[in-house]
């Protein structure tokens, strides 16, 4: 009796997650209205943050929390910030409202926070708070030495880790050679997690070169999706199991 012919192998995966999103309305819009699978992460309060985050939705794209983390070089976080001057009460609440404030959040990455997550104490804080709630974690790795992904793994809420930033020299030329990166680290190792960002340059880049990825033979999925393939298809959350985020007008404080 002849064996089963073996399941076909999936294509190499990407997945993109675009940050920083809430500010341009433009550039939001644009990627909103991609026919591709992308995962947009907003930042909480922004002028477009809800208006582009329901669009999105609508669009079937994947929404995430961006949240600002303490970083290295004192840059300026914005409203929703945590930093380490905070106690865990006061660390807890403003992520909580800043979950609250994005509609349709599915999962959370950090928006710099080379500073904190470095930090053992404040990271086990957030994920403590991130576990009651059906929400993955990302780790943007803005450092080498972060410990955001190892406490998200020790809590057992799924999470994964960025492979490529796509666009910190706005070229053309670099988002090429950077999204041309991504597609080996998907090829080597089945699947790649790529971040960019709503400018021109990016936009531009992508509403081009997307839909190209069918004939490369390269597939994209949401981060939910991606996670689920690495994951033998299993559902992150079994029914019930978490809370739900209660979605709120929150308070910046």
Known sequence: MSAEPARKA????????????????????????????????????RPHTDSLARLAYKQHKEIMLHAPMA???NYGLG???????MDEQSMVTTLRRALQSIP??????????????????PMDWVMKELFRYPVYFIDSRTIASSVAG???????????????????????EFVDRQFKLLIKRAKENGSAIGIG??????????EKHLPKLDEQGIAIATVSGLWAMRNGNREMFAEGEKQAIRPAFAKKD
């Open 71 to 73: 970083n290295t070089r």
């Open 104 to 121: 349709h959040v599915q999962g959370v990455n950090n928006h710099m926070g080379s500073l904190l997550t470095q930090q053992l104490q």
């Open 150 to 172: 190892d406490v998200a793994a020790a809590y057992r809420i799924p999470t994964m880790t960025r492979d490529v930033f796509l666009d910190h020299e706005q070229t053309e």
């Open 197 to 206: 960002h709503p400018h021109k340059v990016t936009v531009d880049y992508l």
């Open 10 to 45: 999936l294509p190499p995966t990407i997945a993109i997650i675009i940050d920083d999103m809430g500010h341009s309305l433009v550039e939001g819009e644009r990627l909103a209205n991609l026919d591709q699978p992308l995962t947009l992460a907003f930042l909480p309060y």
């Open 79 to 85: 409203p929703g910030g945590l930093t380490p001057e």
